[in-house]
Structures are given as structure tokens and as C-alpha cells.
């Protein structure tokens, strides 16, 4: 597209151009809330699929998601993540049991606590790790009320927490950090 081109086009489309800039600089909250939504809502369905796929690997990134969307966006968004994103996730990998509905439960509660915690003035990533800490503790006493394996129940209660405490962790404060130059 040369010069006389781009003119012509801004000068055909010059009320549409600047409503739609308008609309983005008055709407960029609701924005980034859609596209932060939609990209962890994919990147949660990827994990959950990975984990049931390949045995003893638990990587799902939803709980972290929802930590952040309810830290930064507030815990109705937090809440509708975990649970929605959860449910789905877990629905398409596998069939539906009490587990999953207890974890996807587990999902929604850690993005209401994060935005408890930043109302009482936590820093994101202690909010995070707090947050974990409580998610691993409730899932490992509620999981074990169904399920009788102790080793498993410790796998995927703690060691999926863990790795999310310690390595999932930094890319979470990476994208807040992003999110925060929108909202």
C-alpha cells in the first residue's frame, strides 16, 4: 500500500478509524480481560490435555490462570475461570468424576482468595503462593476423602503445586506485570 493509497483509505474510513481508537482506548479493560480470557482459556485446555495424555505428568496451568485473572480482573472473572476453564478442560481429556469436579471447584475458590489478597494489600506473588499453598492443603484433604491412594493423592496434590510455585510462578508474573499497563 503506497502513500495515496493509505490516504485514500484513512480519508474514505476516517469516522469508522477513529471510533474503533476510541472504542479501544475507553474499552482496553474489558479488552484485555477477553484476551487474557481466551488465551489462558486455551493454554488451560492444552495443559489439562497434556497431563491425562502423557502418565504421572501434571502440568495443567489453569489454577495459576485463575490466580491471575481473579489478582487482576477481580473474583467474579477468577471465579468464572477456574470453574468454566476447569470443567471444560477436564470434560474434553477424560470422563467426569468427583475429582474433577472437586478440582475445578478448587480452580474457581484460588481466583477468589487472589483477589482477597490483593484487597488486603499482598503482593502478586505472595498472593500466588498463598493461594497454592491452600489450593495443594484442600485438594490433598478433599481428594483423599474420595480417593485411597495416598501416594497419588500426594502427586497430585503437592507436586503439581510445587511445580507450580516454583516454575510456572515467574511466567505468571511476567504476564501480571504485562496486564497491569492495561487495567
Avoid at 497454592?132 to 492443603?137: E, P, Q, T, V
Wanted: hydrophobic content about 60%; some cysteine.
Amino acid at each position: 500500500m503506497d502513500k495515496e493509497q493509505f490516504i485514500g483509505f484513512f480519508k474514505k474510513n476516517n469516522r469508522l478509524i477513529l471510533v474503533a481508537i476510541l472504542a479501544i482506548i475507553i474499552f482496553r479493560n474489558w479488552l484485555a480481560m477477553l484476551i487474557s480470557f481466551f488465551v489462558f482459556f486455551a493454554l488451560g485446555i492444552f495443559t489439562i490435555k497434556i497431563s491425562r495424555i502423557v502418565p504421572h505428568i501434571s502440568i495443567e496451568t489453569v489454577t495459576a490462570s485463575s490466580i491471575l485473572m481473579g489478582y487482576t480482573f477481580g473474583w467474579k472473572v477468577g471465579l468464572i475461570f477456574g470453574i468454566f476453564t476447569g470443567f471444560t478442560g477436564y470434560v474434553r481429556a477424560s470422563q467426569v468424576n468427583l475429582t474433577i469436579i472437586i478440582c475445578s471447584l478448587l480452580m474457581g475458590l484460588v481466583g477468589v482468595l487472589a483477589d482477597m489478597f490483593k484487597g488486603m494489600g499482598m503482593a502478586f506473588w505472595i498472593a500466588y503462593l498463598v493461594c497454592y499453598f491452600i489450593r495443594a492443603n484442600l485438594s490433598f484433604f478433599l481428594i483423599s476423602k474420595i480417593n485411597s491412594n495416598f501416594i497419588e493423592n500426594i502427586m497430585h496434590s503437592y507436586v503439581e503445586s510445587l511445580f507450580n510455585m516454583v516454575v510456572v510462578i515467574h511466567f505468571m508474573v511476567i504476564f501480571h506485570d504485562i496486564l497491569l499497563n492495561f487495567v
